[in-house]
């Protein structure tokens, strides 16, 4: 079984510019998350999708964040436009259930100069 | 406020040892508590998941305990081994919320 993949695996860009990143989670999963780790801190969620639907986009920092996932499959998590303090490793995760182990991909790491 | 804190960033411990990780939460009220190891360059992978009705949980090398009077979970490896190397992140598992709050992780290095 694949786990869940996420591209690209690194991604640098100047402040101000637009950067899309996606994942597919594991065939099946319903719930797909997105989670952010900063340079030295916690990994702190960002949001939930529920198939299609957002469940919780509580952690989304602000409106220049934009997630989607069309079709209850693969997301994609747009910033635009980037600014200097995006940058970080953004994690996805995926589970077959609403409580419980969560699968995560490899990240992408986002450097915004 | 609330926090979540894992004992300390860095732990080294001698091959053979057991290894005692600790992750102490203060104004959560979590359903479940997870631990994951993350390698460097990848993801977490998850390890164990103990509910708040459960003091206990095992799988092989591995015990984790819960006590939410002390709002306190223990993660212990034993028979450690160099490739039990990695960091260990705890995350609480909220009855009331999606999402899971991660600790900052400990660092675990075992030596041979």
């Known amino acids: 079984e694949a786990g869940v993949t996420q591209f690209p695996s690194h991604s640098v860009i100047e402040k101000g510019q637009t950067v899309t990143l996606r994942c597919d989670p594991i065939s099946g999963h319903d719930n797909l998350y997105w989670y952010r780790r900063v340079m030295g801190k916690e990994i702190k969620f960002l949001l939930h999708?529920?198939?299609?639907?957002?469940?919780?986009e509580s952690g989304m920092p602000n409106n220049r964040f934009l997630a989607e996932r069309t079709g209850g499959t693969y997301s994609t998590l747009k910033v635009q436009p980037a600014e200097l303090e995006d940058s970080g490793v953004y994690f996805c995760?995926?589970?077959?259930?609403?409580?419980?182990?969560?699968?995560f991909g490899p990240g992408t790491r986002l450097t915004v100069l | 406020s609330q926090k979540i804190e894992q004992n300390s960033e860095a732990l080294n411990i001698q091959e053979g040892k057991t290894a005692t990780l600790t992750c102490n939460y203060t104004n959560y009220s979590p359903a479940y508590l997870q631990w994951y190891r993350q390698d460097p360059g990848r993801g977490p992978v998850f390890l164990l998941l103990i509910r708040e009705n459960e003091k206990e949980k095992r799988k092989e090398r591995l015990k984790v305990t819960f006590d939410t009077t002390l709002k306190q979970s223990l993660f212990h490896i034993t028979a450690s081994q160099p490739a039990d190397s990695a960091t260990y992140l705890c995350a609480l598992d909220m009855s009331d919320n999606n999402d899971m709050r991660f600790g900052a992780g400990t660092r675990l290095t075992v030596k041979p």
């Open positions: 995760a995926s589970s077959p259930s609403f409580r419980g182990p969560a699968y």
């Open positions: 999708f529920v198939k299609e639907s957002k469940q919780d």
